[in-house]
């Protein structure tokens, strides 16, 4: 059918801004300000180039690895985003259950829709939960003994969010939390048949990891996104991370580093992975590209933790770019929303084979027949200097 008429992350994009109300899909494509750094994440990889080696046998191409401890298919994981249940009605569960059937690491949000226990009870994959650190300390703590129980490999801590970004767009559609029917959403849902029936009834957008906290406030979810908003923390500093790194004492990855001098922090502090992020460029317009910012980071961590790419994957070779310039993995977010909005787990099941194969395809095209051997010389940097 449609997805299998999808050739790329851009067709299913395309597909998922058919399916949902434009205040649905703007929220998933958007970024904050300019959105200069959203878009500047993607189009960094084009001032890289891949040199291929050639007559190199590529009959078989190793791509596992090992992740937080995990072993993954392929060095690709799928990143945190809250309130996957706006974009279809399975939701989380949707999405680990494709990354399960590739391979791959699903992350869960804090501000996701499925219950953490519930998710992990529901599918065998290695799994991450990202953390927040709230001003409500013991939330926190309180997350921390509920990912061991459940069998959380690992634990991500979103460092960029001290402040919610300016997203226009979100409000320019007057987008509110769980979304509403005013005059103006009326008719963008009521052209969308397909998502609007099952979204819009029933008690669906609850941040079902918090919402014990607000028991009080039971079905006013507005109210509840208010008591989120409240939890954020500006006074956060490394102390917290290594007050975190040893309660949790397992694979620790900080979420939202892009500096080498804070990389260096963080493996200081107890971590033991940075994601180098800008959150897909909703927080901090003008903030660099993360795939600029890997090689000065592993040359300032060395080998002392891992490194994952986070922003700005569309193409599986943008990932063999990633890790020839010296990072482990990659993470995406938009790429499998825009799936799971296009079909479901079915639609996430494409945007992970598409990214496979366009991975695979490059590797052999590049002369590189295992992922430990990519290397910074299979990079060339573009430039109107050099002809
Ligand atoms: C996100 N992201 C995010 N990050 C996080 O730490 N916690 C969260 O709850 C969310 N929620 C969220 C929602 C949506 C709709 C998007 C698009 C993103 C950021 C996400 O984890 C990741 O950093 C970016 O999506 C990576 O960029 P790409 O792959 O979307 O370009």
């Known amino acids: 059918g449609r997805l299998e008429r999808a050739f790329n992350i851009s067709d299913l994009r ?18 904050a300000d300019d959105e200069w750094t959203l878009k500047r994440n993607h189009d960094a990889f084009a001032d890289y180039e891949l040199l291929p080696d050639v007559l190199i046998d590529t009959s078989s191409i190793r791509s596992e690895t090992t992740l937080f401890g995990q072993k993954i298919a392929w060095p690709l994981i799928l990143s945190p985003t809250g309130l996957t249940r706006m974009f279809h009605d399975d939701a989380e569960l949707a999405v680990a259950r494709a990354a399960a059937r590739h391979g791959l690491m699903y992350s869960l949000s ?5 219950r953490l226990e519930a998710l992990a009870e529901s599918f065998a994959g290695p799994k991450a939960f990202q953390i927040y650190i709230f001003k409500d300390r013991g939330l926190t703590a309180e997350f ?8 959380y490999h690992a634990l991500m801590l979103t460092v960029d969010t001290p402040v919610a970004g300016n997203r226009e767009r979100d409000r320019f559609n007057g987008l509110s939390i769980p979304p509403r029917l005013t005059l103006k959403s009326m008719l963008s849902f009521a052209m969308k048949p397909s998502w609007s029936l099952p979204a819009l009834t029933g008690n669906k957008f609850d941040f079902a990891n918090v919402s014990h906290k607000v028991d009080a406030l039971a079905g006013r979810q507005m109210s509840l996104f208010d008591y989120i908003g409240g939890q954020f923390d500006r006074t956060l500093t490394w102390r917290d991370v290594e007050w975190l790194a040893k309660e949790w004492n397992g694979p620790l990855s900080i979420k939202g580093v892009m500096a080498p001098q804070d990389a260096k922090h963080a493996i200081a502090s107890g971590a033991t992975s940075i994601m180098i992020s800008n959150h897909g460029g909703r927080q901090l317009d003008g903030a660099p590209a993360p795939v600029d910012q890997i090689a000065p980071i592993r040359d300032a961590i060395g080998d ?21 310039l010296g990072a482990n993995a990659c993470s995406i977010g938009r790429p499998y929303l825009y799936g799971l909005a296009a079909g479901g787990e079915a639609g996430v099941h494409r945007a992970l084979g598409l990214l496979h194969e366009e991975f695979e395809r490059t590797m052999v095209l590049a002369g590189v027949n295992d992922v430990a051997k990519l290397e910074r010389r299979h990079i060339r940097m573009r430039s109107w200097l050099s002809w």
């Open 110 to 114: 804090t501000l996701g829709t499925t």
């Open 144 to 151: 921390i003994g509920r990912c061991r129980e459940a069998g």
């Open 304 to 324: 002392s933790g891992e490194i994952v790419c986070d922003g700005g994957i569309r193409r599986g070779s943008d990932v063999v770019k990633a890790l020839a």
């Open 14 to 31: 395309r597909l998922a801004r058919k399916r949902l109300p434009r205040p649905i899909f703007d929220y998933i494509d958007g970024g």
